[in-house]
């Protein structure tokens, strides 16, 4: 099997790396930072002086001591370094279960010695159990920290080789069995930033499942395990039916979902998944009352109230969806455990020669923000993670249906607006009324609240003149509106005025009285969240550089794509991504893509050839985007290994292969795609066989 090249990173000092990593246990929080490996390299010189070098790898095997001593092993002879040998190697990989850091020391040549390390930097005897562990945490890790072929986990934790896993069927049920033991301690590994308390059903054990289930497709073996856990616990028939689904056997998951409901009937994860599922065949009214009761069993969670605004947005309801969005319970992004090292000495990335590739050659080209126009720099959109980064999608995707006018208008139906509020509260003193409704009850409810002062949001402000892009100002019928409609001559695109803020009204209320005076001007109205008030003002400047880009390409095309740089483009394609504008997003990436070469632009274009079912063309871009993924250490993609599966169920390996190898590429590039189609035929998957 072709491995990845081995990249160095050089200490200043021999082993201050495993020191920061003893450091560092106590503050982890989750699944852990990817595996370190420290050696320990001697001038082959009679008396040479010693140095320390490490990187970081994930996918390999973890299960005992000696796989992760014959890892070392592997490294004890690299070819781009004769002038030193290696005499120790020390392989350290995290356990997330009992909290403590796996050791291997390796002398070569010499003896081999295995221990752990707790969270006071003490040593513990390591035990059959603890390796157990250590081995799913490992192939957890391998899932949690992999590419998915847009290079922007790659670019996160320099020197990282990332393989897979699980190669085979034989270790495939070697992984299946330790998660069947350790199930039932899987909310102990934390959960995904979107999930505010991990459980049963909802943490890292249980996404990495279904992650490994889903790129594989082995769905018979997924489908035995949940089998099996789902005779402990009801609970887990939400899992199994997920997975019935996506292997296509959808009557027998109604049937389960079903049966566990009446068991259990304010599951939440039961009844999102249900809701998820009638929304898919297009039944939004029954997927509307699964989704209002999977809120009323979870009202803390984010995801359930999350699924209630899709549906809103699914059956048009404007206003319902804004007031669901404004309930949801937000979460501060907690990123993954990153190795915390000192500075190095210098850092060594060779390129293994079987991934060169002319075009793909950056040369180690940094991303050079000096070529970024200053408007381009400052997109908060772009930053946004976790809850914020999903409320911020659901929120653009009703600007895209509805346009930004309509949107605002909405706003000021919903929400009670800062000017409004100022003016009302002179008129009638510093109280405001106590109404039994809020906005999280008229959601569920589902009855919205009536149009006041809908018609009348006139609020035009202008925004920034000094930020326009190209040197564009907005003119009339420049802004975003329905695809569907035709620009009229409207003014420039309307800055969002601010909504009040809860705490402001709060802050002015000190009399409790039940019978305070009305503000009969917005007496249906709701207080808008300052941070949804943030997203609206987020959205405000996208759309405004959004459009100034589509009139400056409306004007002169030519002109337009010669003034901008590879990272400005590929910033605009991201940009019209996120406010759903594909087509003009796949447009820029191209643009990037005659720049230089880009593994997130060509990413976006395999997303449009996916849609469009366009093969030789997906293939293409999979052989481009896995060398590169190679060239930095990667030889595992769960992204792009899904999307070869897919490939061959639908097309048949042998037509795959055959295309892969009449590209006019060089040989040994080829041959690190058809690794992938090798394993999905070890893995038996449907059209591997022929």
Request: glycine share 6%; with cysteine; net charge negative.
């Amino acid at each position: 099997m072709l491995a990845p090249a081995v990249p160095e990173i050089v200490e200043e000092e021999i082993e201050s790396a495993i020191d920061s990593r003893t450091e560092s246990l106590q503050l982890l929080r989750e699944l852990g930072p990817p595996d370190l490996v420290h050696l320990v390299k001697q001038s082959v010189k009679s008396g040479g002086r010693q140095t320390g070098v490490y990187h970081h790898v994930t996918g390999v095997d973890a299960s005992s001591s000696a796989s992760l001593a014959a890892y070392v092993n592997t490294l004890t002879y690299l070819p781009n370094d004769r002038t030193n040998k290696v005499v120790s190697g020390l392989y350290c990989c995290y356990n997330a279960f009992s909290r403590l850091d796996m050791r291997v020391d390796v002398k070569i040549p010499g003896t081999l010695e295995s221990y752990c390390i707790d969270e006071r930097g003490e040593k513990r005897v390591a035990s059959d159990s603890l390796w157990l562990e250590t081995f799913l945490c490992g192939v957890l890790r391998a899932y949690a920290y992999a590419d998915d072929g847009s290079g922007e986990t790659i670019k996160k934790i320099i020197g990282v080789r990332r393989f897979d896993p699980v190669t085979s069927t034989e270790v495939e049920h070697k992984f299946l069995e330790a998660a069947e033991k350790l199930f039932f301690k899987g909310w102990q590994l934390g959960s995904e930033p979107e999930i505010q308390v991990p459980n049963l059903v909802s943490n890292h054990l249980t996404t990495g499942l279904l992650n490994y289930i889903h790129t594989t497709g082995r769905y018979a073996s997924g489908i035995n395990l949940f089998e099996k856990l789902r005779t402990r616990d009801v609970e887990i028939s939400s899992l199994l039916a997920r997975v019935l689904i996506a292997a296509d056997e959808e009557v027998q998951a109604v049937k389960l979902l079903h049966e566990a409901i009446d068991q259990l009937p304010m599951d939440y994860s039961l009844l999102s998944c249900q809701s998820t599922f009638c929304q898919s065949k297009g039944r939004p009214d029954w997927a509307l009352e699964c989704a209002k009761r999977s809120v009323t069993a979870a009202p803390s969670e984010f995801g359930t109230w999350a699924k209630l605004a899709e549906i809103y947005v699914g059956m048009e309801q404007w206003d319902l969806a804004l007031l669901t969005l404004n309930s949801c319970p937000m979460f501060t992004y907690q990123d993954k455990d990153a190795p915390r090292m000192p500075e190095p000495a210098r850092v060594l990335l060779p390129v293994m020669p079987e991934s060169v590739l002319d075009e793909l050659d950056d040369s180690q080209q940094q991303y050079d923000m000096d070529h970024v126009h200053p408007s381009l720099r400052k997109l908060h959109g772009a930053n946004y993670k976790g809850t914020f980064l999903k409320a911020y999608s659901i929120l653009t995707e009703i600007t895209s249906k509805i346009g930004w006018d309509q949107l605002l208008r909405v706003r000021s139906q919903v929400f009670v607006m800062e000017e409004e509020y100022r003016s009302e509260k002179q008129t009638v003193g510093n109280h405001l009324t106590s109404t039994s409704q809020n906005a999280s009850t008229i959601a569920l409810r589902g009855s919205p609240s009536p149009k006041v002062n809908g018609e009348n949001a006139e609020n035009h402000v202008n925004g920034d003149e000094d930020d326009n892009f190209d040197g564009e100002t907005l003119s009339p019928g420049n802004e975003p509106h329905d695809t569907n409609e035709t620009p009229a001559d409207e003014s420039s695109i309307e800055k969002p005025e601010h909504t009040i803020a809860s705490e402001v009204v709060k802050a002015g209320n000190d009399d409790s009285s039940p019978t305070r005076p009305s503000y009969t001007q917005f007496h249906n109205k709701r207080l808008c969240e300052r941070w949804l008030d943030n997203l609206f003002m987020v959205l405000y400047e996208d759309l405004r550089i959004y459009t100034i880009w589509r009139t400056s390409l409306a004007k002169s095309p030519e002109s337009a794509e010669n003034q901008k740089s590879a990272e400005e483009w590929e910033i605009l394609g991201e940009l019209a991504e996120r406010l759903h504008h594909f087509p003009e997003a796949v447009e820029a990436y191209q643009a990037c893509l005659r720049v230089r070469f880009s593994p997130k632009a060509m990413r976006g274009v395999l997303s449009m050839y996916e849609r469009q079912g366009r093969v030789t063309e997906m293939l293409q871009a999979l052989i481009r985007l896995i060398a590169w993924q190679y060239r930095w250490y990667s030889e595992f993609s769960p992204a792009l290994l899904r999307t070869i599966r897919k490939l061959i169920e639908s097309e048949g390996a042998v037509k795959v292969r055959s295309i892969v190898q009449a590209t006019s590429l060089p040989q040994p590039v080829l041959e690190l795609t058809h690794r992938y189609v090798t394993l999905c035929a070890a893995f038996r998957s449907s059209g591997s066989d022929g």
